[in-house]
């Protein structure tokens, strides 16, 4: 059985949540950076699909509960410039691509990260999508 899929304005829905954005200069060189996103509540209110079918109180589409990043910056001045060595990482806890929750279309947790020097030229190692 082929089930439709589409997304749409779903109407009502109930949102909230907290964001936090730390920053700190630890010495002259190194700088850091810890942002956090929480969203315990992004819930449809009530939503009658395509097929009929009422959705009540799943979770919004692309709505992850966490989101996590951080980053430091290490600069040492050099006779030639400066050289910068960075690092992040961001991490989003998983989520749904439509108001049904259709497992076949959800994005477990994903994980990014960074390793970079920056110099005259930008020579870096990242990762995309890790498993956490």
């Known amino acids: 059985m082929l089930l439709p899929q589409l997304l749409s304005n779903v109407g009502e829905s ?3 949540g907290v964001e936090f954005d730390f920053n700190a200069q630890v010495t002259p060189a190194l700088s850091t950076q ?4 929480y969203l315990p509540k992004a819930t449809l209110d009530s939503f009658v699909d395509v097929s009929g079918e009422e959705i009540k109180d799943n ?6 509960k966490w989101n996590i990043a951080a980053q430091a ?6 006779s030639s410039g400066q050289l910068n060595l960075h690092i992040d990482a961001d991490y989003q806890s998983e989520f749904y691509f439509d108001q049904n929750q259709n497992p076949f279309v959800k994005q477990n947790d994903l994980f990014f990260g960074m390793l970079a020097w920056h ?5 870096g190692l990242w990762g995309h999508g890790l498993k956490t």
């Open 34 to 37: 810890l942002l956090i996103g």
């Open 73 to 78: 910056d290490y600069v040492v001045d050099l």
């Open 119 to 123: 110099g005259k030229w930008l020579i």
């Open 14 to 16: 109930t949102i909230y």
């Open 59 to 64: 979770r919004l589409p692309f709505s992850s």
